[in-house]
């Protein structure tokens, strides 16, 4: 079995078993870390199991933690490492409770029958290693031991500084990815060779190391690696929690044989007091060779320098090392040199201009894993899809954006309601809100009411950490138009070129990358770009890109190349396809049409004349149809060209040209004719023309031969033509039906009607039944409307 993963085990077990809720719950919360998916259910199968069970854990409990813990080794080093300084940190407690409680000499009157070759102490009192007394008879020996206050261990369970855990001694744990190490490599400070220098005197002759700084500037790693880099890897580490009593250092040191030792004392601060690191037990460390490292934040320094007597006694004689949050040139340098070998590196150097490099480094896994959590729908959703947006338009390109455009990029993740004001600023505020001291999610851009994501969190999504997918499509043109709206034409090719990049080789699998990328491309301005994306998708069966793509070649002239594209985009419905389509075909009959009837095809001449006529062109439609009856289409064409003389008002020429369609048999020619001859006063002979036409089964000789009827006074049988030119489908017969039943107020029978040419949108029919109904109620009498004939 792995020793080292035995001793472990053992110790978590034996914690497990005696039911210290304190361990339990960091077990709880690291596992809660791990990338390891059966972490937390296993351990707390064990925690649930074996708590409060002392006689089993050797056995059974420990054996399981072995096998949580070798799992959790092989992959996920960091809460490894975690779990590791859990284990040694119970252990050490456990150690210290259950050490034998060193006695005071016994008293001479209780043991008056001592053995008499026994030496005694007698009439005085034990401190620290001085002993007082009254007699002490039998020769003169020194005696070393704990005084009763003290639970520190023995040197020898101090762990050795080449086995020790950089992060248990303080120095903040960075994010990692894939195997890399626990810690990025070091980069040299411009304090490093005064720090070497003060930490190998202390080494020879003890005394205090104090490096001291702002909040995340590096001070705990950059003291770790002037004490790694300085002592012996034998050496022996006390890292004392805050508050520790050190009283009895002293006499624990005084016991460690010939092993060196080393006090570390991370956030200083937290071990001053009559119980802790005071100028005596300093003096006493010193004389014992033991040097004392420590680390203190500016304003804690300068409180405790300068404001209290007992710690300036113990802060005057030590020169600190300060350390900065900028970096120097020469540091960037030596960053910059280093960071091609971890990603870690690289994110901070290039982000060193926004960010300190240790902050960046530190703070960031503290603010990946509070986003990730704030997903759930109870802590804060829509602050996590806010810095997301951010994260996302900065991998885009775009580093700082409006709050309206995060507002808006925000609803792309999920199917999700729209925020109201008030949640966003709230979602806002959390995102923004100062972490650590040092910074929020998101930060304050340049420009007033900007923001943009921590630099962290946006290399930990160009990294692929886990919480991070793809940038949603449709985030790429919001992110065009952000950089576009500040006029910037190197950004708006900056997010051009990602999107080509990122886009491009998704192409062959999402339609929509292609659509996309050619909607980037037109808005820029290069159409032929645009083109080319949309053809590749229009190809591969998308409708919404054929209809761009043909819109595109319509626009440049290319009637013919366009026509397939539009026809697809036509088919799914898109409305200005469908127009553009028929323009296109309507152009193209023209072309074609024209051929043929200059080559002497009638039918050509014909249908020509009929677009010319539809696009308002009578004079061209005329001539076309005259080459139509030339090529012996006399009387199809005759109607149309006498409708072209009657629309002049040439009844004369109208008239010969209906005539023509009349004797060919054209039955909607005699009721045109009709309208001619009641024109030129000849009423007799449209009578019986409309009459002609209506009794062939023609809606507009139905609804004309009806009006006749009703002129002449014959309603009744007006009535039965309007409805015969209804069932025609005559739009005006059912209205005149109407209005002839009203005159004889069969109202009932008038409303029913009226009904019809409503039903067939008839324009009037609205307003008579308004008219029927007061007149139904007052009697008053409603207008007659002038019969028209069509």
């Not at 602050?383 to 808006?408: F, K, M």
């Not at 491009?504 to 770009?529: K, R, S, T, V």
Request: with cysteine; charged share 25%.
């Amino acid at each position: 079995m792995d020793a080292e993963l035995g001793s472990l085990a053992e110790a978590l077990g034996r914690g497990i078993a005696e039911g210290s809720p304190d361990l339990n719950a960091l077990l709880s919360d690291t596992a809660s870390r791990s990338v390891v998916p059966s972490l937390v259910p296993r351990l707390k199968q064990v925690l649930t199991r074996f708590q409060g069970k002392s006689g089993d854990w050797s056995l059974v409990a420990a054996q399981d933690m072995f096998e949580i813990l070798r799992l959790v080794r092989s992959r996920d080093a960091v809460v490894y490492e975690e779990l590791k300084v859990i284990a040694e940190a119970f252990a050490e407690d456990e150690r210290a409770r259950t050490a034998p409680v060193p006695q005071r000499a016994p008293d001479t009157a209780t043991y008056a029958d001592t053995a008499t070759n026994a030496n005694t102490v007698s009439g005085g009192t034990f401190n620290e290693l001085v002993v007082q007394a009254g007699s002490i008879p039998g020769g003169v020996h020194t005696y070393y031991g704990q005084t009763p206050h003290s639970g520190l261990p023995r040197v020898a369970d101090w762990p050795q500084l080449d086995r020790a855990s950089a992060i248990a001694l303080g120095v903040r744990r960075p994010r990692r990815i894939a195997d890399e190490r626990p810690l990025p490599r070091y980069v040299a400070r411009d304090c490093d060779p005064a720090l070497d220098a003060q930490v190998r005197a202390a080494a020879r002759e003890g005394g205090l190391v104090l490096v001291t700084g702002e909040p995340l500037s590096g001070k705990t790693r950059t003291l770790w690696a002037a004490l790694f880099t300085n002592l012996s890897g034998t050496t022996r580490i006390l890292h004392p929690a805050p508050g520790t009593d050190l009283r009895g250092l002293t006499a624990v040191l005084w016991a460690r044989g010939d092993a060196e030792c080393v006090l570390w004392l991370d956030d200083l601060d937290g071990h001053l007091g009559e119980h802790g690191l005071t100028a005596a037990l300093l003096a006493e460390l010193a004389r014992l060779r033991v040097p004392v490292l420590a680390t203190m934040s500016d304003e804690a320094y300068d409180a405790h320098r300068f404001g209290s007597p007992a710690h300036t006694r113990l802060l005057s004689g030590v020169d600190p090392v300060e350390l900065g949050a900028e970096w120097s040139p020469a540091e960037v340098e030596r960053l910059a040199a280093a960071a091609p070998d971890d990603l870690r590196l690289a994110g901070a150097y290039a982000h060193r201009v926004r960010h300190s490099t240790p902050a960046y480094l530190s703070v960031g896994p503290e603010l990946l894993g509070e986003w990730r959590r704030a997903r759930r729908p109870n802590a804060h959703p829509l602050g996590h899809r806010l810095v997301l947006a951010a994260i996302d338009l900065a991998r885009c390109g775009v580093d700082e954006v409006p709050a309206d455009v995060l507002r808006g990029a925000s609803d792309l993740y999920g199917d999700v309601a729209p925020a109201s004001s008030e949640e966003f600023d709230q979602a806002l505020e959390w995102a923004s809100g100062i972490r650590h001291g040092t910074t929020g999610m998101l930060v304050p851009g340049a420009e007033g009411g900007t923001w943009r994501a921590y630099g962290s969190l946006v290399e930990d999504a160009r990294d692929e950490l886990p919480g991070f997918g793809p940038v949603p499509f449709d985030l790429w043109p919001l992110a065009v138009e952000a950089v576009r709206c500040d006029d910037d034409p190197e950004a708006v090719s900056g997010v051009l070129d990602r999107a080509r990049a990122v886009l491009g080789p998704e192409a062959d699998e999402h339609q929509e990358a292609l659509l996309i990328l050619g909607g980037i491309e037109e808005e820029n301005g290069d159409e032929a770009a645009a083109a080319a994306w949309y053809r590749r998708a229009a190809d591969a069966g998308g409708s919404k890109a054929a209809s761009r793509l043909g819109r595109l070649l319509y626009n440049w002239g290319e009637s013919a190349e366009a026509a397939p594209y539009l026809e697809k985009g036509a088919e799914e419905g898109d409305v200005e396809a469908q127009r553009m389509l028929g323009i296109v075909l309507a152009d193209r009959s023209v072309h074609w049409l024209r051929l043929a009837a200059d080559g002497d095809d009638g039918v050509a001449a014909l249908r020509l004349g009929d677009l010319r006529r539809g696009e308002g062109d009578l004079q061209d439609a005329l001539d076309w149809y005259r080459v139509a009856a030339e090529q012996g289409l006399q009387t199809t064409v005759a109607p149309r060209i006498g409708a072209v003389f009657h629309e002049w008002h040439d009844y004369r020429e109208a008239e010969k040209w209906y005539r023509i369609a009349v004797e060919a048999g054209d039955q909607a020619a005699a009721n045109d004719l009709g309208l001619v001859l009641e024109n030129r006063k000849a009423m007799k002979e449209a009578a019986l023309l409309f009459q002609q036409s209506a009794e062939s089964g023609n809606p507009t000789g139905a609804h004309n031969y009806g009006i006749v009827l009703e002129d002449r006074g014959e309603p009744k049988e007006a009535r039965v033509w309007f409805a015969r030119a209804h069932e025609l489908g005559d739009y005006a017969g059912a209205f005149l039906l109407g209005r002839s039943l009203m005159r004889e107020k069969r109202y009932d029978e008038a409303e029913e009607w009226f009904r019809k040419a409503q039903d067939m949108g008839h324009h009037d029919a609205g307003r008579e039944l308004t008219d029927l109904r007061a007149e139904r109620g007052d009697g008053r009498s409603a207008g007659t409307p002038d019969t028209v004939k069509e």
